[in-house]
């Protein structure tokens, strides 16, 4: 019989997955083994019998499971950017079973009651920071789970564990389908009319990669549809792809989201009430920074009317540059990137195609790495003849100031069909110190347009945006400094996640930076001095439209969570009647409809909390303050609070007492408005 090499000793360099022997078949054996070790092992931590000390219950539970955290891991990570259907009928099966596993370990009752007496006992346990944080993490995870329900209670939300489980992985295989069997081919010159050459460029190389050689392929990535969105003279096409993109998830037939988006809302109320909240959004904000929803409304309201009058104040100008252009259509959600690409260019001389040759993919990797040189003291060295799991994945050994390993960083750029859509950061293996120095190992996947064979990948500014956004959590996980890997990384408070990424853009947009690494991709040379002063004076444009756009989609996440009947409701109306209600503008349409709302239906890591990006927001703006106070983009000083304070501590501090420790003071929410170019 094979070897599984999901069961082996990973004897790969820096004991990354051996992708290159993993196939599709060998997850099931694994998964099944992987399981039963680590119910064996929490059972064992369960009926031991000498008293409970944090060594021998809660130590012990962070050394438990380690093969199945491998396992999953991996698993997980190829189902979101390298997927087929064996992995996705894989997936499907094996989500309720690791609810179950995960809810037969969360409602042990002997676990529980040990983790329960040292949690009673935390004050005479001389526990250290670190310590007592653990405890207390691992306490209210097994309350949170009903471990201190009945018998009755328990079954229940073990039950609804596992069907929620089933839901998210059909919900985002539902959207992965719709995205991958959408394609616009386009045949004639007046389908092209209007495209730059980069997007061409771009939709030559898609329409090779789907057997449409010699054609033009505008697909659903951001990366394709965009631009196309922006440039397209054809408005007819504009509507159709802007129509297709919108329609993600509520077609007819077997992709359609809505009885699943029902279900997963009136079962997360039903766990929400059996745990003692009022609702889904009372229990999930209550273990975050707003803790309530009247706080998450609060902060959302105070931006959305600003914005929203920002935004029909844009709507205005578009209709105008369209009346100049003859036509006097209604500005429509397939109209405003067009319009607005023209008077930008009319306002600020600035337009995409000036921009893009200067940012080349490679430029900006280097322009992201380098800021972290400064800051941070880090470097990157690329590594050939790795095992990836797929041959677009660039692999970086990470090295201290005193070039020691710190972890390895790999880069997966491009869109393609296997892969969903959007930006993310995650992890085959997080930092830690329980056996050792553990050395995490973290994954920053995109969804850019690939270049031509032997050409470029050039990026909007969005894009570039985008890569050192995700950059920013990629450095979360890689200067992780802590001894557990319940609280390493990015295992912190949701709308305290945001912070270290969302920071970590601004140093694209400044000028230090940008002279440096926005390069012509043919020439080398620099962007001129005239363009980038252009880009940066244009940086507040068309930001009513972008508010907007984000601000719904959290208020709907919002208001969906605090339903008392969610399973009544009809998801296309519902949609409708609140956007009217906060008073949407009918041009702009949620920067993610509720049927293709992966934050918070593919799984519930967003779910009530798709307001954290703005909460993490009124945080970074005011941070950067710091190092322009301090006159200096890199000042070290400031720089090393930053790592001691943000970007090392991983979960281990408070995140409102660790930003005061940085700062020296609580957040301003002028600091956003101002950022946004609502406030002087």
């Given amino acids: 019989m094979t070897t599984n090499p999901l069961l082996t000793d990973w004897t790969t360099p820096f004991e990354l997955p051996p992708f290159d022997k993993i196939k599709p078949e060998h997850f099931e054996e694994a998964f099944e083994t992987a399981m039963a070790e680590a119910k064996a092992e929490s059972d064992a931590i369960a009926k031991q019998s000498d008293r409970p000390d944090f060594g021998n219950t809660i130590a012990a539970l962070e050394k438990s499971g380690e093969r199945l955290t491998k396992v999953a891991r991996t698993f997980f990570n190829l189902t979101s950017a390298d997927t087929n259907e064996t992995l996705q009928q894989i997936e499907r099966d094996i989500a309720p079973k690791l609810a179950r596993h995960s809810s037969d ?3 042990n009752e002997k676990l529980f009651e040990r983790i329960a007496e040292l949690w009673n006992q935390r004050e005479t346990l001389g526990l250290n920071t670190e310590d007592a944080k653990v ?62 050459d980069f997007l061409l460029t771009a939709a030559a190389e898609a329409a090779r990669e789907r057997g449409h050689d010699g054609k033009h392929v505008i697909t659903l990535s951001r990366s394709s549809i965009e631009p196309f969105l922006q440039f397209s003279t054809n408005r007819r096409l504009r509507e159709e792809a802007f129509n297709a993109w919108s329609a993600r998830g509520e077609l007819e037939g077997e992709t359609n989201n809505a009885r699943i988006i029902t279900e997963t809302l009136a079962l997360r109320s039903e766990k929400a009430k059996l745990l003692g909240f009022e609702n889904f959004a009372a229990f999930k904000l209550d273990d975050t920074m707003a803790k309530t929803p009247d706080n998450v409304r609060d902060l959302l309201t105070k931006v959305w009317e600003p914005a929203a009058a920002q935004a ?73 003849d790795i095992p990836v799991y797929h041959p677009d994945v660039r692999v970086f050994e990470v090295l201290d100031p005193s070039g020691q390993h710190v972890g390895l960083f790999l880069g997966d750029y491009f869109a393609r069909p296997s892969k969903r859509s959007g930006a993310w950061m995650s992890g085959f293996r997080s930092q830690h110190k329980l056996n050792g120095n553990v050395a995490p190992i973290i994954v920053n996947v995109m969804n850019f347009s690939k270049g031509a064979p032997g050409e470029a990948t050039l990026l909007t500014f969005d894009d570039a945006r985008t890569l050192f956004h995700e950059f920013g959590h990629g450095l979360h996980g890689l200067l992780s400094d802590v001894t557990y890997p319940m609280i390493s990384g990015t295992s912190v408070a949701r709308d305290f996640v945001e912070l270290p990424s969302q920071l970590y853009e601004h140093w694209l947009s400044e000028p230090e930076v940008l002279s440096k690494f ?35 989609s959290a208020l709907i996440d919002l208001e969906l969570h605090l339903l008392d009947s969610p399973d009544e409701i ?28 992966q934050h918070v239906f593919s799984g519930d890591g967003y779910s009530a909390g798709y307001y954290s990006y703005m909460w993490s927001e009124v945080m970074d703006a005011d941070a950067f303050g710091a190092f322009k106070e301090a006159g200096d983009i890199f000042d070290e000083e400031t720089a090393d609070r930053l790592l001691t304070h943000i970007y090392s501590a991983g979960g281990r501090p408070d995140p409102e007492e660790t930003y005061k420790a940085f700062r020296g003071r609580a957040p301003k929410i002028d600091a956003l408005l101002k950022k946004r170019g609502f406030a002087a």
Avoid at 140 to 158: C, T, V, W, Y
Avoid at 324 to 349: C, L, M, P
Wanted: glycine content about 6%; overall charge negative; proline content about 2%.
């Fill in 105 to 107: 370990m969360l409602l």
């Fill in 570 to 597: 009809d998801i296309a109306a519902y949609e409708k009647a609140e956007l009217g209600k906060i008073g949407m503008p009918n041009a702009i349409t949620m920067r993610h409809r509720i049927p293709h709302f």
């Fill in 312 to 384: 029909r104040a844009e709507e205005q100008k578009l209709s105008k540059m369209a009346a100049n252009d003859g036509e006097n259509h209604t500005i429509e959600a397939w109209d405003w990137r067009f319009y607005s690409e023209k008077v930008r260019k009319e306002e600020h001389d600035l337009d995409e195609t000036e921009l893009k040759p200067y940012l080349q993919l490679d430029s900006m990797i280097q322009a992201a790495f380098d800021t972290a040189t400064r800051l941070f003291g880090v470097t990157f060295r690329e590594l050939d």
């Fill in 135 to 196: 405890l207390e993490r691992y306490h209210m995870m097994f309350q949170r789970a009903g471990a201190g329900l009945d018998e009755n209670g328990k079954s229940r939300i073990a039950e609804i564990s596992q069907r929620l489980a089933t839901l998210g992985t059909q919900f985002s295989q539902n959207i992965l389908r719709d995205e991958s069997d959408y394609q616009l081919v386009l045949e004639t010159e007046e389908d092209r009319a209007g495209l730059p």
């Fill in 518 to 552: 926005a390069t012509h991709y043919k020439t080398g040379d620099k962007m001129p001095t005239d363009l980038l002063d252009k880009l940066l004076a244009a940086a507040n444009f068309n930001q009513g439209f972008a508010t907007v756009e984000y601000t719904a």
